[in-house]
């Protein structure tokens, strides 16, 4: 539905001309978040693709410590996407996932509880898992001509995804994923990201952390999109990550300890 060329793509990106052209990777380049849904089922035949992409990611130590539920109940449905925060795309997209760190099987195949399961390390292990395997899950779904949502959302309230999804102790929500063909009206376009220099840096960390330029060019595209801010974007991100704007997921470090993980 999207399929700007590379050289479009990275315009809206970056807001300067790439010099360059690489098709291969220009639907990469094109993604964008999408809210809204057309009302269109998916097959089941490309579900089980789209599962099959993420178990391809690769995985740390060929763990696979991570899973996926694929919500299908609506009342489910509801009561998840009101512990994400009231968000809509959650009840209405036709697919989502709820991607999960999963150190419950490893446990259940090997029989005994191994002594580092409980560390940040193997937390820090499954989230990577979780997050790798999703965007493999991503890209397929983009591939196809999906638009896709991702929901942080689902560490509001972990304890009620525990209870909704019926969580064993060492499995923790990190994310859900809503899938599905974009409404006509989503108003999904390309958001601007930092110039490469503010995020790739040679040899030694960059010296030169600047944030104007991409305030100016964020500024202007929130603009565009009728969502303008008072509030530039850097410090805009200082608000939403101070305690208050974490919407309770300053406590999940308690929810984590109580599943028996990150305890140290
Ligand atoms: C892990 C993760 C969690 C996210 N959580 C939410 C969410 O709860 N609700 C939402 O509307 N968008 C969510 N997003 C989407 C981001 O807001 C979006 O990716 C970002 O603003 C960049 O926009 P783009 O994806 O259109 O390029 C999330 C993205 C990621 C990667």
Redesign the pocket.
Known sequence: MFGETFEAAWQKRFGSEAGFSLDEIGSLLA???V?RFADQPIPDSMVQGLVAAAQSAATSSNLQSWSVVSVKDPTKRTALAEA??N?K?VQTAPLFFAFLADLHRLAEYAGEVPTGLDTIEMYTVAVIDA?LAAERMVCAAEALGFGI??????RNHPDTVKKLLRLPERVAPV??LCIGVPAETAH?E??PRLRQDQVWFEDVYGESLDPNEYDSRAGEFFGSQGMATDLPWSQKNASRTRDEGLSGREKLLEFLNKQGLAKR
């Open positions: 993604h964008r978040s809210r994400c925060g968000q795309q997050a949502c991702y929901i942080g959302g689902l994310f859900g999904a390309i958001k």
